[in-house]
């Protein structure tokens, strides 16, 4: 017998191998295929329909889960129900003052700012008649800033057409509030009872991993505001204290709409917070006053940024400024201004369960080399590394070996 026969043989083999498709089979493919289709039909169907009442309970787990640390405290010296209502009641009193006071005050700036408009205007043309030696027609102006009297006429007759619409969007508005309400009422009323019931839907090897993400988002996202809370107290006083030193009208109100603004909107609200405050300060009786609260406001900022926040939010929400930055715009970009608030508990609770079910393998001298200024990470917890085995190589193997009996089973039928 030759060298080569084997060779020969194995390609006489393999060159008889068929591969035979089932009736039944390629009849249950396709099935399944048209399942997949009408299901993802279905599930885009529901969404575009039921899209914004499944967003509203989505949020209002996420607002059940945030009074969890609260309601958990009432708790125990009364009925859990009450100890619900009894931190709603208190948030919505908080919301509704703070909303009431500061409306006034905003609606009082706006109508100062622009009752002052035309005055300003008319002082910008003198100023600039007498320094450049040019004439500015002073009515002309006005048209031309959109700010005359035809304009204003046409602007509120299409306000006062739109009025409909505005009140239809109120009423929209109004039931959606009631429905959050509802939904978040029962959600932390019957909070251990609902943990329970989901827990025996899933499989006992599974309980542990569920028990374990319910309890870190309860963590992540009562600490997260929490840690906003903490923030927005200092941010106030501070902010307070120095308009009151200054002398600046408003000055509690002012110091706790920056305080609860900065922290609470993501993203712009540091920005959007000093906005009033400085308006305030301009168009009063002393100027100056809102060119120092906005120094003020842009040193603090830098300040908290680098010793205040870092501390406060690594013990609540420990996420990476880049990370969080990217969730609130990812947030913002689907479910709006609320999906942008609930972006960075999420995101810390994702980072969490993977910091603890993640393998992780320590790393070669080359990748583990600090480099200079730079310091050793904190892992997260669970988040041990372990040492590279012969798992991947098993793994291959299997995988190697199963591919061989269907080969040899494609052959025995051929």
């Not at 591969?19 to 009849?27: C, E, H, P, S, T």
């Not at 988002?217 to 107290?233: C, D, E, I, N, Q």
């Not at 308009?243 to 900065?262: E, K, Q, S």
């Not at 969730?327 to 709006?336: D, N, T």
């Amino acid at each position: 017998m030759s060298d080569d026969e084997p060779a020969d043989r194995a390609d006489a083999v393999s060159a008889d191998v068929r591969i035979q498709l089932d009736r039944a089979v390629v009849w249950r493919a396709a099935w399944v295929i048209v399942a997949v289709v009408a299901l993802a039909t279905l599930g885009r169907w529901v969404l575009e329909d039921a899209g914004n009442v499944i967003f509203t309970l989505v949020l209002s787990l996420i607002a059940s889960v945030a009074m969890e640390p609260a309601v958990r405290r009432l708790s125990r010296h009364m009925r859990r129900g009450a100890a619900t209502g009894i931190v709603m009641v208190t948030t919505l009193v908080a919301v509704v003052g703070f909303l009431w006071v500061f409306g006034r005050l905003l609606g009082e700036q706006l109508a100062t700012l622009a009752a002052s408009v035309p005055g300003f205007v008319s002082a910008l043309t003198l100023w600039a008649d007498t320094t450049f030696d040019i004439t500015i027609d002073y009515g002309s102006l006005i048209d031309d800033l959109g700010l005359g009297t035809a304009t204003l006429k046409t602007l509120a007759q299409n306000l006062a057409g739109g009025l409909l619409g505005v009140l239809v969007s109120v009423v929209g508005a109004a039931f959606s509030t009631v429905t959050f309400a509802f939904f978040t009422f029962y959600f932390s009323a019957d909070g251990p009872r609902l943990r329970r019931w989901v827990g025996r839907l899933v499989p006992q090897r599974q309980q542990a991993v569920f028990g374990t993400a319910w309890d870190l988002a309860v963590a992540k996202t009562g600490g997260y505001v929490s840690a906003r809370l903490v923030l927005a107290l200092i941010s106030g006083t501070l902010h307070g204290a120095f308009m009151l030193l200054i002398g600046m009208p408003y000055w509690l109100a002012l110091g706790v709409w920056t305080g609860l603004v900065a922290q609470f909107v993501p993203t712009v609200g540091t920005y959007v917070a000093i906005v009033l405050p400085v308006v305030v300060g301009l168009l009063g009786d002393q100027p100056w006053q809102g060119l120092a609260v906005l120094a003020f406001a842009v040193v603090y900022q830098q300040i908290e940024n680098v010793t205040i926040e870092p501390r406060i939010s690594a013990q609540a929400v420990d996420v990476h400024p880049a990370v969080s930055f990217a969730s609130v715009m990812f947030g913002a970009a689907l479910f709006g201004v609320a999906g942008a608030f609930v972006a960075v508990p999420v995101a810390a609770l994702v980072l969490a369960l993977f910091g603890i079910y993640s393998q992780k393998y320590e790393l070669v001298p080359h990748l583990a080399r600090l480099e200079p200024g730079e310091r050793e990470p904190d892992l997260p917890s669970g988040g041990r590394p372990r040492r590279e085995r012969s798992r991947g190589r098993s793994r291959a193997e299997g995988f190697r070996a199963a591919v061989t009996r269907v080969v040899q089973q494609a052959r025995r039928r051929g």
